[in-house]
Each structure stands twice: as structure tokens, then as C-alpha cells.
Nanobody
Framework: EVQLVESGGASVRAGGSLRLSCVVS????????IGWFRQAPGKEREGVSG????????YYADAVKGRFTISIDSAKKTVYLQMNSLNSEDTGVYYC???????????????????????WGLGTQVTVSS
């Protein structure tokens, strides 16, 4: 059974930082894709960042470029999202999503689509106050 468990969400002041973690179990870290998404109240779920192992590529949504960084610890089967210079627009529930197996190459546009992923975590709340 595949499981993705997010943690690290919290309430922070604008300008602060957080690091989210997503522990993955049930699929191998050989050929896969991982995405981070967020959903604010009353809004659709949107792609924030993603990584695919086949071409070792990452993508970032324009709104987070230069502030967020995705990283992978394959030994720990953990995906991180380092978030710096947070602002109120970053508030929402953050989800980790996985696709495995995946051997191909996908564009950022594809990797930003929630429907492309096979597995989801339950999310972790991030609240940024000004």
C-alpha cells in the first residue's frame, strides 16, 4: 500500500520560513514523480513544485520561484519543500502527490496537474499572517 504523509505545516509570520516533509512508503524511489500542491479556502488545488527521477528535473510555479526549493532524500524516502519569504498568499493546505512507476519525461504543465498523480497525502496546514 502506498502512503504519503506530510508534516511541517505551521502558523508563521510573513517573511518567515518553513520546511515541509513528505515521507513516502510503498513505492520505490527508482522511477517516480513527486509533486507538491496547495489549496487555499475556496480555491482550486494548484501545483507548487515537482520532481521526476527519469530526467532529474524540477519545476516551480511562478508564484514560488526563487522562494521555494524541492529536495529529495532517497535513503529516507522523504521529499522536502523548503519555503522562504512566506507571504499571506502562501496560506493553504499543502499536499504531497506521487506517481509511480514513471519512466518518462513530463512537462512542468503536466506535472502541475493534480489528475496526473496516482497517490496523495492528507495534507498539512500552512498559515501565514501579516
Amino acid at each position: 500500500e502506498v502512503q504519503l504523509v506530510e508534516s511541517g505545516g505551521a502558523s508563521v509570520r510573513a517573511g518567515g520560513s518553513l520546511r515541509l516533509s513528505c515521507v513516502v512508503s510503498g513505492f520505490t524511489f527508482d522511477d517516480y514523480a513527486i509533486g507538491w500542491f496547495r489549496q487555499a479556502p475556496g480555491k482550486e488545488r494548484e501545483g507548487v513544485s515537482g520532481y521526476s527521477s527519469a530526467d532529474d528535473s524540477t519545476y516551480y510555479a511562478d508564484a514560488v520561484k526563487g522562494r521555494f526549493t524541492i529536495s529529495i532524500d532517497s535513503a529516507k524516502k522523504t521529499v522536502y519543500l523548503q519555503m522562504n519569504s512566506l507571504n499571506s498568499e502562501d496560506t493553504g493546505v499543502y499536499y504531497c502527490a506521487g506517481k509511480s512507476p514513471f519512466w518518462g519525461i513530463a512537462s512542468a504543465k503536466v506535472k502541475s496537474r493534480p489528475s496526473w498523480y496516482d497517490y496523495w497525502g492528507l495534507g498539512t496546514q500552512v498559515t501565514v499572517s501579516s
